[in-house]
């Protein structure tokens, strides 16, 4: 068995290290999970039942909330939640825990997140920050507003939930990894930095995993 689980949404946002995969020598595996929270959910929860591996690492790309933070810079995930799951009407937003269904304590839930309790934040050397995970993407300035004042989030993304909650749920050591390649509201793809996050996701791994792989 591997002693890390490489997980990724999609092939590209990680295709660097794929391509040099060989140097860990079959220590690292690499999942796709595909996009969003179901197919990452389903994804890992097929993994990890055959036996999951004593590291989990989910790295990708993801959209940013704060503008002070500059794009392509990489950080660490220290909690992160579904911030569309529940209704919104009057101009407030319920979560599903705050209409009463489900116990916002409820293993493995925290308060209505799923924090990141691990050492692996903090040993990553990566600035760590709060993130929320979306089914759509945001476009509305209520939401993104919502976002960062009740989240407190600075990345937003379509998987980190899913895998937080896997990661808990097996009690499994885990890391997520993002690479900031736009602010989030902008829809503009000329002004998105897609390669050089990508890049400088691939940089961080490469320092990362080896740190990882000698804990």
């Known amino acids: 068995m591997p002693d890390l689980l490489l997980c990724s949404a ?5 295709q660097p290290l794929r391509d040099r995969l060989g140097v860990y020598g079959g220590r690292v595996e690499v999942l796709i999970t595909g996009v969003g929270l179901l197919e990452t959910a389903f994804a890992l929860a097929t993994r990890l039942s055959e036996g999951a591996p004593p590291l989990l690492l989910q790295a ?13 810079s990489v950080v660490a995930i220290g909690s992160d939640g579904i911030g569309d799951l529940g209704v919104r009407e009057g101009g407030r937003f319920q979560s599903t825990f705050d209409l009463g269904f489900g116990d916002p304590d409820a293993a493995p839930w925290q308060g209505g997140r799923l ?3 691990t050492e692996l934040p903090a040993l990553s050397g990566l600035p760590v920050v709060n993130a929320v995970s979306v089914s759509t993407i945001s476009t509305n300035a209520d939401t993104i507003d919502h976002y960062r ?7 937003e993304s379509m998987e980190g939930a899913a895998f937080h909650f896997a990661a808990r749920k097996w009690s499994r050591p885990f890391l997520q990894v993002r690479a900031f390649s736009n602010y989030i509201g902008e ?4 002004r998105w930095q897609l390669r050089e996050s990508i890049a400088a996701l691939d940089r961080q791994l490469e320092t990362l995993i080896p740190q990882l792989l000698s804990l």
């Open 60 to 72: 990708g790309i993801a959209g940013c909330l704060d503008e002070a933070c500059p794009l392509a």
């Open 10 to 14: 999609t092939a590209f946002e990680i």
């Open 115 to 117: 924090p990141n309790d």
């Open 187 to 190: 829809r503009d793809k000329s």
């Open 149 to 155: 004042s009740a989240w407190g989030a600075v990345a």
